[in-house]
């Protein structure tokens, strides 16, 4: 799965709380901004601009499958993170999140690999 992801060594930017701002406020400008979660993340800062590009671009697929209560960064990134740079064996969470999470990574497949 990792092969849609940038690679870490094309990464020019620190990851810090500033630059994980400015991509959330960029990708999600009406959203309650949350960064803890993804200074935490073993994710470079540009695989984490490129979960948060996907998702943005695809909020339609989140919408529709969550609901307006489950649009939040957090839950929203988290479904990302899990389908662009997890294997599915270790998706966590119900049925259903798992359900979702599929269903994102192939559209983003479909999308970005054809």
Known sequence: MNK????TE???YPKNI???E???KY???DYEIQTDFLLESSL???QIEFIAKMVSENIFYFNSNLGIDGLKIKNLMSYGISALSKEESSWEGSKSRKRIIEGFRDLILHQYVG
């Open 18 to 20: 500033e630059n994980l």
């Open 4 to 7: 849609v992801l940038p690679s």
């Open 27 to 29: 990708f999600f400008p």
């Open 10 to 12: 094309e990464n020019i």
């Open 44 to 46: 470079s800062i540009n």
């Open 22 to 24: 400015a991509i959330l």
